[in-house]
């Protein structure tokens, strides 16, 4: 049987393939703290000229000294150009970020000048250094360099950035769509008292929440019964999503229709059971559309902790091939007390961690099995057992995974 690392990377790389086809093109205004998705070459020099940065006189430095009179030929603001060329004895007014002009070697500050015989003429305090106050074309940005990289979170200084170079619209790592069905003849919905042999569909909604925690708007599909011709109709529709989750049906009982009515519809499985605990049954495979595009497809096992388990540990590293930030880093802590792990899978076990000053420690809940939603409920945290029967001491190192 496969291990969950062996799945996650069969399914990651299938995302990769997918990803390609998942980036959208968005507004500036919308991509503050996304992951951008390309690469982005400035179509400008920054600046875009050399120019003055002070309010002041262009002249020409070489062989000028304080106490210099000068005649002033024009004015340049920003966003004007120069029209004449400075010469020994004249000067230029200029304002920040104007170009310079023509013959100017460096820009004198107004603070040190002073205007003599009325607005034509100016005298200079200072003797200037060739260059002072001017920054030349391109020295921050050259066009044709890359700005920014694939990858990178927007930040509003990248946004400025982005903006400077151009870019109104930038592709980025857009979350997928993702369609949820449940299946299964006992279900029935929240508002209804189960009758004999039935229970409340609680995975829908768990799971629609679990898509919305990752800040996508989940498309409800409703419960599908255990027939075929139905399955197909409601797996159809969520076809049509980048992602389509499903629940029950996946495991070995008569019933278990779901990874048949797939494969029927054309959905290729690339995986059926994982060796872990809870979620076993796991099913997952892709299905091709147009354009080399596709549907990634989780089959779910039906109890609700395997569901639950299964959508942290697969579903959620899938969307975090496409946004990396969605997926928490596991951390280690210590475990309270002596845990005997049974069995030879790989358990997450509902937990409580708790930080104290130097390390977190873990208290692992009195958990009944996969159905045992209350206490997955209680928890904050699934501790990581990994697989091979055997005593797990007080004050061992086990990795959780917080929720
Ligand atoms: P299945 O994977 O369809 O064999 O279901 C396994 C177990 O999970 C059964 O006991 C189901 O009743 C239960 N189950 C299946 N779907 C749901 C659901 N939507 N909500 C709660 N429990 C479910
Ligand atoms: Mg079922």
């Not at 062989?63 to 004015?75: D, F, P, V």
């Not at 001017?134 to 940005?141: F, G, H, K, Q, W």
Request: hydrophobic share 40%.
């Amino acid at each position: 049987m496969l291990s969950v690392t062996e799945a996650q990377e069969l399914s990651a790389a299938e995302v990769r393939e997918a990803n390609r086809f998942l980036l959208r093109s968005v507004p500036l205004g919308e991509t503050l703290g996304r992951t951008l998705a390309e690469v982005v070459v400035s179509d400008i020099d920054s600046p875009p000229h050399d120019k003055s940065i002070v309010d002041g006189y262009a002249v020409l430095a070489e062989g000028l000294s304080a106490g210099t009179e000068l005649a002033i030929l024009e004015e340049v603001t920003a966003g004007a150009v120069p029209t004449q060329q400075v010469t020994a004895g004249t000067a230029i007014r200029i304002m920040t970020g104007a170009p310079l002009p023509a013959g100017a070697t460096g820009v004198v500050m107004v603070e040190k000048t002073e205007l003599v015989g009325g607005e034509n003429r100016v005298r200079i305090h200072e003797t200037p250094r060739s260059g002072q106050n001017i920054v030349r074309r391109a020295t921050s940005l050259r066009r044709g360099e890359t700005v920014l990289h694939a990858g990178v979170r927007l930040n509003p200084a990248r946004i400025g950035l982005l903006a400077e170079v151009g870019r109104g619209e930038v592709k980025i790592a857009s979350l997928p769509t993702v369609a949820v069905l449940t299946t299964g003849n006992e279900i029935v919905p929240v508002d209804t008292i189960p009758g004999p042999g039935q229970i409340r569909n609680s995975n829908g909604p768990m799971l629609e929440a679990l898509v919305q925690q990752l800040g996508a708007q989940p498309i409800s599909l409703g419960v599908a019964r255990d027939e075929p011709g139905e399955l197909a109709a409601l797996i159809r529709r969520g076809l049509q999503a980048d992602f389509l989750v499903l629940s029950g049906g996946v495991s070995a009982g008569v019933l278990d229709l779901v990874p048949g009515v797939l494969a029927e519809l054309g959905v290729r499985q690339v995986f059926h059971k994982v060796n872990l605990k809870p979620g076993k049954p796991i099913w997952f495979g892709v299905f091709p559309k147009e354009h080399n595009n596709r549907t990634l497809v989780f089959g779910l096992p039906g109890n609700p902790v395997s569901s639950f388990v299964c959508f942290e540990v697969f579903v959620r590293y899938a969307l975090g091939c496409i946004r990396p930030e969605l997926v928490p880093q596991s951390k280690l802590a210590l475990l309270a007390v002596e845990h005997y792990h049974r069995g030879d899978r790989p358990t997450y076990w509902p937990a409580i961690c708790e930080e104290d000053k130097t390390d977190a420690l873990v208290t692992l809940l009195p958990w009944k099995g996969s159905g045992d939603l209350k206490t997955l409920a209680d928890a904050n945290c699934l501790a990581f057992f990994p697989g091979k029967e055997r005593v797990f001491q007080a004050g061992e190192e086990v990795s959780v995974r917080l929720l």
